[in-house]
């Protein structure tokens, strides 16, 4: 019966120290009361999927938002350059106005053609003006002309003094020649060569003005442009426009990045906004320091997790 006792006593003993533990082992109770004192956030932990997209896509949400940055500054240089191209054309020109324009080759071809044509006459004139200088400076003092009409009247003048000397034939030879002579000027004398001059350039006046007229109308009704600018100016024009329309392309081909590289970048914050309302304590800063408190807060409470399954598991 003592030895009963003694074993019953021996068992009880075992079963304290199995429950409550000693110096070397820990105790059940303990050891349940440990697991019972583990704590994890338990909503962050159901949205594994949400920080697993985070975690994933991190440092491309970064390179993301740093491409935006680079873009924007890039869009903002675009838009000067377009400003500074728009006002070099003309203060009447816009941004619709480059998109607008088209068929560069024949307005370049336009202006070239006139520019070639002014050009031909500036050189025309030059030459006819010089042959007018020289000739006026050797033209005679008295005119070819004028000197004839006088012999011519001379002439029959002297007859009709023979004629009242009783100089018969002489009279009416001289009278002969000075009637010839007075009647036949236009046909002795050589048309003045100054004339001549004088008629092809108002000629090519009439046509240098006339070109130079539509011209200034082609830059006025079709370009739009002040029509007092040279072929030269205006073809340079035509390379700034040029210049314009790519800057815009490029523009409108930057704005399109930004826009796509945004949906991915709402994305990434609503998702952080959406595990920030799960911290124990709500974050108020960026959204990459929001994320690093994320993820701490994730990892410690998977932890946790893990650490307590491990304990129930022993239990069972």
Request: glycine letters at 2%; zero cysteines; charged letters at 30%.
């Amino acid at each position: 019966m003592n030895r009963f006792l003694e074993k019953q006593e021996e068992f009880k003993n075992s079963n304290n120290e199995l429950q409550q533990g000693n110096e070397k082992e820990t105790g059940i109770a303990q050891i349940q009361n440990e697991i019972d004192t583990i704590t994890y956030n338990d909503d962050l932990l159901n949205n594994d999927e949400k920080f697993q997209y985070l975690t994933n896509n991190f440092e491309h949400y970064k390179h993301l938002l740093q491409s935006n940055k680079e873009d924007e500054r890039k869009t903002e240089s675009l838009i000067f350059q377009i400003s500074e191209n728009i006002k070099q054309i003309s203060s009447n020109w816009n941004e619709n106005n480059i998109t607008s324009f088209s068929d560069i080759v024949t307005h370049k071809n336009k202006i070239q053609n006139s520019k070639t044509e002014l050009k031909e006459s500036e050189k025309k004139k030059v030459v006819l003006e010089a042959d007018y200088k020289a000739l006026k400076t050797r033209e005679s003092r008295i005119n070819s002309d004028k000197l004839i009409l006088i012999i011519g009247i001379a002439l029959t003048s002297a007859g009709l003094v023979a004629l009242l000397f009783q100089l018969i034939w002489l009279g009416i030879t001289l009278i002969i020649i000075g009637l010839l002579l007075i009647l036949a000027k236009k046909y002795i004398v050589k048309e003045n060569p100054l004339t001549e001059i004088e008629i092809q350039l108002s000629e090519i006046k009439s046509k240098e003005e006339s070109v130079k007229q539509e011209y200034e109308n082609y830059l006025t009704h079709v370009l739009n442009i002040d029509k007092s600018l040279t072929p030269e100016s205006v073809l340079e024009l035509f390379g700034i426009i040029e210049q314009a329309k790519r800057n815009m392309n490029d523009k409108k081909e930057i704005i399109n990045n930004i826009k796509q590289r945004a949906e991915t970048i709402k994305n990434f914050e609503e998702k952080i906004d959406s595990l920030n309302a799960y911290l124990t304590k709500v974050s108020n800063e960026n959204i990459e320091d929001t994320f690093y408190k994320i993820k701490s807060q994730f990892e410690e409470s998977d932890k946790h997790f893990r650490r307590k399954t491990r304990g129930i598991q022993k239990f069972k």
